[in-house]
């Protein structure tokens, strides 16, 4: 059975950073890369503030603090994870992106590593097709934020095989997640539920059901959810929403998938949501949410 000790993450945005922290958490080596070197080291530091929340909270001391971090080290360049005994990937949602990713990672992976792709709608059938063993390749969907959330989606591809998939419910199980297994059908179980609520609460503002502030509050405190669909995703990211909006839509093949107008206008305009300060709120440089 394979020991999984050292991980490669690939892609140094939120999501990430986030499973380069739980994973250095769980005592696992990460490599962390990004094709831009600055990104990656910048997203050590992002961690390394992350963790000292944690520590002014005393739910890590400070010598664990820098262990964890001396666990995460950033790289630029595909030649460093010959290392890694699993890869997760954490790039942009675009299929030309993945696919080049993977068709690199099986080159520069030992054979026996296991590639996850953290894809939040992108077939891992199709990922898997463009790598030298699909048997060995996952998905590994996790939620953001990542150091939070307790859910892990794990989706097996159609020739992923029952070790690789036992090999990833036990390394989530190591980063105190829950695992549901999902068929590898666009956007899995969450997002085929999540992306049609968000983009809803879209067409209710550019239709002028209510306010911004009006269907937040209203589908928070109506359906207790912990924050409404249009906050949500500001957190998650616009761009992010409406390239999984694209794929249910050109790949389900069903007009009610269609992403709302204002939803594309918003990502035209780059109010990609908290990470460039405006999304349907603004938000200060501490990522604070100062108006709708
Ligand atoms: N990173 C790390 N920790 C964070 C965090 C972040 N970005 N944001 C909040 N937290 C922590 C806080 O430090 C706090 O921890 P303690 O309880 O230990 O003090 C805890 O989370 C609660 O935070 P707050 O009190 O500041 O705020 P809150 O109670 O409103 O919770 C939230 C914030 C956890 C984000 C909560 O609003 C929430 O659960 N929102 C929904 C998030 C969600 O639905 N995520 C899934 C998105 S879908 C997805 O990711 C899949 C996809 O493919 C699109």
Same mark, same amino acid.
């Given at each position: 059975?394979?020991?999984?000790?050292?991980?490669?993450?690939?892609?140094?945005?939120?999501?990430?950073?986030?499973?380069?922290?739980?994973?250095?958490?769980?005592?696992?080596?990460?490599?962390?890369?990004? =094709?831009?070197?600055? $990104?990656?080291?910048?997203?050590?530091?992002?961690?390394?503030?992350?963790?000292?929340?944690?520590?002014?909270?005393?739910?890590? +001391?400070?010598?664990?603090?820098?262990?964890?971090?001396?666990? @995460?080290?950033?790289?630029?360049?595909?030649?460093? $994870? +010959?290392? !890694?005994?699993?890869?997760?990937?954490?790039?942009?949602?675009?299929?030309?992106?993945?696919?080049?990713?993977?068709?690199?990672?099986?080159? !520069?992976?030992?054979?026996?590593? @296991?590639?996850?792709?953290?894809? +939040?709608? @992108?077939?891992?059938?199709? /990922?898997?097709?463009?790598?030298?063993?699909?048997?060995?390749?996952?998905?590994?969907?996790?939620?953001?934020?990542?150091?939070?959330?307790?859910?892990?989606?794990?989706?097996?591809?159609? *020739?992923?095989?029952?070790?690789?998939?036992?090999?990833?419910?036990?390394? =989530?199980?190591?980063?105190?997640?829950?695992?549901?297994?999902?068929?590898?059908? *666009?956007?899995?179980?969450?997002?085929?539920?999540?992306?049609?609520?968000?983009?809803?609460?879209?067409?209710?503002?550019?239709?002028?059901?209510?306010?911004?502030?009006?269907?937040?509050?209203?589908?928070?405190?109506?359906?207790?959810?912990?924050?409404?669909?249009?906050? $949500? +995703?500001?957190? /998650?990211?616009?761009?992010?929403?409406?390239? @999984?909006?694209?794929?249910?839509?050109?790949?389900?093949?069903?007009?009610?998938?269609?992403?709302?107008?204002?939803?594309?206008?918003?990502?035209?305009?780059?109010?990609?949501?908290?990470?460039?300060?405006?999304?349907?709120?603004?938000?200060?440089?501490?990522?604070?949410?100062?108006?709708?």
């Amino acid at each position: 059975m394979l020991e999984i000790k050292t991980i490669g993450v690939i892609g140094a945005g939120q999501m990430g950073r986030g499973i380069a922290q739980v994973a250095a958490q769980a005592g696992l080596e990460v490599l962390l890369l990004d =094709a831009n070197a600055a $990104l990656a080291d910048k997203a050590h530091e992002r961690i390394g503030r992350a963790l000292d929340r944690l520590v002014a909270k005393e739910k890590v +001391s400070s010598s664990e603090r820098g262990e964890i971090l001396a666990r @995460i080290h950033p790289k630029s360049d595909f030649a460093d $994870l +010959s290392p !890694c005994d699993f890869v997760i990937e954490a790039a942009p949602e675009r299929e030309d992106i993945k696919l080049d990713i993977f068709t690199k990672l099986s080159k !520069c992976t030992r054979d026996e590593a @296991i590639l996850a792709s953290n894809t +939040s709608s @992108i077939s891992i059938t199709k /990922i898997g097709a463009c790598t030298n063993r699909p048997e060995r390749v996952i998905g590994m969907h996790f939620m953001n934020p990542v150091p939070v959330m307790k859910l892990v989606e794990v989706v097996r591809g159609l *020739p992923t095989s029952d070790a690789t998939y036992q090999a990833t419910v036990d390394l =989530a199980h190591r980063f105190h997640k829950t695992t549901v297994a999902a068929r590898d059908i *666009p956007g899995f179980i969450v997002n085929r539920v999540l992306i049609p609520l968000i983009n809803e609460a879209c067409f209710a503002l550019y239709e002028g059901l209510g306010t911004v502030e009006d269907i937040d509050v209203g589908v928070k405190l109506g359906l207790n959810h912990p924050m409404g669909p249009l906050e $949500l +995703s500001d957190l /998650i990211g616009l761009d992010t929403c409406l390239a @999984i909006a694209n794929v249910l839509h050109q790949e389900l093949g069903d007009d009610k998938y269609r992403p709302c107008p204002l939803l594309k206008q918003h990502v035209a305009a780059g109010w990609l949501g908290r990470k460039t300060g405006r999304g349907f709120y603004t938000y200060d440089a501490q990522g604070k949410k100062v108006q709708a």
